[in-house]
């Protein structure tokens, strides 16, 4: 089904389909994205005018805003924030030219959900607008949140016997940043952070009610005293974007969407253990990517013939006979699917025998969420 292009329309149309509005004030960028999502299942009205497009996001239940940054009238963190104001469930892309701009990360308070630089890469805006749709989709008429209800509230701590580090979410909607680097500073101090690491899942940091930049740095000067080894899963991309500005020797891992140049993978994962299968799900997902899971061999198999997928997560400990079936299976496609094999080192799946089944990387149970992460971007 083609998109249709309601373009320079007063008043737009009632629809089933995703409606997506597109301001820029350069006509050859609103051409580009018309022929970039044309045989897409959308709905596209497109302006030059920020004004226009505030308008339309009043007028109509709008899925999704693109909008460019620097715009005579109206800033894009501005229209934003009217955005934000009357349509709260309005999914929102910013782009611009200059991502490490203090200004849009200052005002990136609570408005906007993804962050893309210009000149866009296709098949990445794509799967933005896809992932955001979906999102929207999911969690309309309820909170936008990225956390299985398994997992509720602040402060969580997601517990796994399959991973070393604590994992903690610290959730930023409604608080100020003093009230986050409280619930950072309390998990720093648990006996297993010090003792295995901790990894910070920062949820909702464009919610929090004061300065970006203040927390975040606020973070890093924690980290830097904490004694703790410390990662930080920001699903904004914000602190991945500050990076720069903290240098590269800086004690914080920052794991997350890459502005500008993160391209989300379409991700298998095949565990036996519920427990770990959820939290799994959740770091992936939370890092930006598309996650399924599977719960055995056969249902792995099933989906990986149904779908294409970019990495398959394997926990060969629990697969068995059946992991190594579906394993060579996968190697003889012609469309071959990289493996990240799971094992405790007790196992007989070592090093030496994933290698003569072609599987690419082999992880140690408990497994780091580094090396996961490593994986996942490498691969």
């Not at 297993?192 to 930049?213: F, K, P, T």
């Not at 969407?257 to 299968?277: A, F, Q, S, Y």
């Not at 799994?280 to 198999?301: I, P, Q, W, Y």
């Not at 149904?306 to 006979?321: Q, R, T």
Request: glycine content about 6%.
């Amino acid at each position: 089904m083609a998109t249709s292009v309601l373009e320079r329309s007063a008043a737009l149309p009632r629809t089933s389909r995703d409606l997506i509005v597109f301001v820029d004030d350069e006509s050859h960028v609103l051409s580009a994205f018309q022929r970039l999502v044309r045989q897409e299942p959308y709905e596209l009205a497109t302006t030059e005018s920020p004004e226009q497009a505030l308008q339309w996001v009043r007028d109509r239940d709008v899925s999704l805003l693109i909008t460019d940054q620097r715009m005579p009238g109206m800033a894009g963190t501005r229209l934003l924030e009217l955005v934000h104001e009357c349509s709260p469930h309005t999914k929102c892309v910013m782009l611009t030219a200059f991502p490490d701009s203090q200004t849009i990360f200052q005002r990136m308070t609570r408005t906007i959900h993804r962050l893309i630089t210009k000149p866009w890469n296709d098949e990445e805006l794509k799967g933005v607008v896809r992932h955001l749709l979906r999102q929207r989709r999911e969690s309309k008429g309820a909170e936008d949140h990225p956390f299985p209800e398994a997992f509720p509230g602040a402060g969580d701590v997601l517990a796994s016997r399959d991973l070393k580090e604590l994992v903690v979410r610290v959730d930023g909607a409604g608080h100020d940043g003093g009230h986050v680097l409280s619930a950072i500073r309390e998990a720093m101090r648990r006996p297993e952070a010090r003792r295995a690491g901790l990894l910070l899942v920062l949820d909702h940091v464009m919610q929090v009610r004061d300065s970006l930049i203040k927390l975040l740095n606020g973070i890093a000067e924690q980290v830097a005293s904490a004694g703790a080894r410390v990662a930080l899963l920001d699903p904004s991309g914000a602190a991945f974007a500050l990076r720069k500005a903290w240098g590269s020797d800086f004690p914080l891992a920052v794991f997350g969407p890459e502005p500008g140049r993160h391209r989300p993978k379409r991700i298998l994962v095949i565990e036996g253990h519920e427990e770990t299968r959820a939290i799994m799900r959740t770091l992936v997902a939370t890092a930006g990517h598309f996650c399924e899971t599977a719960s055995d061999a056969e249902e792995g198999e099933r989906r990986i013939q149904a779908n294409a997928f970019d990495l398959a997560l394997m926990d060969l400990d629990v697969l068995g006979v059946r992991g190594v079936d579906i394993v060579l299976r996968l190697a003889q496609r012609e469309r071959k699917v990289p493996i990240v094999a799971l094992s405790h080192l007790s196992s007989h799946w070592d090093a030496a025998a994933c290698a003569r089944l072609g599987i690419r990387r082999r992880l140690s149970k408990p497994c780091s969420v580094h090396e996961l992460f490593d994986s996942i971007r490498e691969l």
